[in-house]
């Protein structure tokens, strides 16, 4: 529960900052587009994490099988969501919208790893050379 949470605000105080400039340099429009992708990339990933998270303390075969189930269904929300938009609406959603996905999608997906790994177990004593 507390990587979720923790996960939670990293990816809100990004998000926050990211928008915040981008509204600064470019504009409303740029908000738009903006809180878009970062609504069609944050909803999977907190489904996702919470979903390897809860799988965590089972077998490795179950937690495998979480996080490659978890990147597709990443994948899949977010490229769908950001080509159901682009298709219903061209002339609100185009080339920076997607630079907009790409930022966010990357940036999530790195913050949530970098939770995981560090929640491995540790193993005792020092590595072996």
């Given at each position: 529960?507390?990587?979720?949470?923790?996960?939670?605000?990293?990816?809100?105080?990004f998000g926050a900052a990211a928008?915040?400039?981008?509204?600064?340099?470019?504009?409303?429009?740029m908000l738009l587009q903006g809180?878009?992708?970062?609504?069609?990339?944050?909803?999977?990933?907190?489904?996702?994490?919470?979903?390897?998270?809860?799988?965590?303390?089972?077998?490795?075969?179950?937690?495998?099988?979480?996080?490659?189930?978890?990147?597709?269904?990443?994948?899949?929300?977010?490229?769908g969501g950001g080509y159901f938009?682009?298709?219903?609406?061209?002339?609100?959603?185009?080339?920076?919208?997607?630079?907009?996905?790409?930022?966010?999608?990357?940036?999530?997906?790195?913050?949530?790893?970098?939770?995981?790994?560090?929640?491995?177990?540790?193993?005792?004593?020092?590595?072996?050379?």
């Amino acid at each position: 529960m507390k990587t979720l949470l923790l996960f939670g605000a990293g990816v809100l105080l990004f998000g926050a900052a990211a928008l915040g400039l981008g509204f600064c340099c470019w504009g409303e429009e740029m908000l738009l587009q903006g809180a878009a992708a970062f609504g069609i990339t944050l909803a999977p990933a907190a489904l996702t994490l919470a979903w390897v998270l809860y799988s965590f303390r089972t077998t490795p075969d179950m937690r495998l099988l979480a996080s490659l189930g978890g990147s597709g269904f990443r994948m899949a929300i977010a490229l769908g969501g950001g080509y159901f938009l682009t298709s219903a609406q061209p002339d609100t959603f185009g080339k920076p919208f997607w630079c907009w996905v790409v930022l966010f999608y990357l940036t999530l997906l790195a913050f949530e790893m970098t939770l995981l790994v560090r929640q491995e177990p540790k193993l005792d004593g020092p590595p072996q050379a």
